[in-house]
């Protein structure tokens, strides 16, 4: 299921990023690198269950119960690169992974 629909930008190209089935391993991927190649834009492609990962921690931080269904009363938008993925919540707090590091 797309939960994500409309909820993750790429920061390289600008477009929105797709939701993409892949042998049941639900993934996030750019449009631009879905249509055209890694060459036109390289921004990664995230895991449905990494993203759920890191904003089910956040929220547990911060003592909120979260459940996909409370998910856009949560998160407000998210960001990817080929390096980082930003979560933007309502609240203004923010999640930030990097290739070294995870913020929750
Ligand atoms: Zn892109």
Same mark, same amino acid.
């Given at each position: 299921? %797309? $939960?994500?629909?409309?909820?993750? &930008? /790429?920061? #390289? #190209?600008? &477009? =929105?990023?797709?939701?993409?089935?892949? =042998?049941?391993? $639900?993934? $996030?991927? #750019?449009?631009?690198?879905? =249509?055209?190649?890694?060459?036109? #834009? %390289?921004?990664?492609?995230?895991?449905?269950?990494? *993203? @759920?990962?890191?904003i089910s921690?956040? /929220?547990?931080?911060?003592?909120?119960?979260?459940?996909?269904?409370? *998910?856009? *009363?949560?998160?407000?938008?998210?960001?990817?690169?080929?390096?980082?993925? *930003?979560?933007? $919540? &309502?609240?203004?707090? @923010?999640?930030?992974?990097?290739? =070294?590091?995870? @913020?929750?």
């Amino acid at each position: 299921m %797309n $939960y994500f629909k409309g909820m993750i &930008k /790429c920061s #390289c #190209c600008g &477009k =929105n990023y797709n939701f993409k089935n892949n =042998n049941n391993q $639900y993934e $996030y991927i #750019c449009q631009t690198r879905k =249509n055209y190649g890694k060459s036109k #834009c %390289n921004s990664q492609i995230v895991k449905e269950e990494f *993203l @759920v990962n890191i904003i089910s921690q956040h /929220c547990n931080i911060l003592d909120k119960d979260f459940t996909m269904g409370k *998910l856009k *009363l949560f998160v407000r938008f998210i960001e990817v690169d080929d390096n980082d993925i *930003l979560i933007y $919540y &309502k609240d203004g707090t @923010v999640s930030k992974v990097t290739p =070294n590091k995870i @913020v929750f």
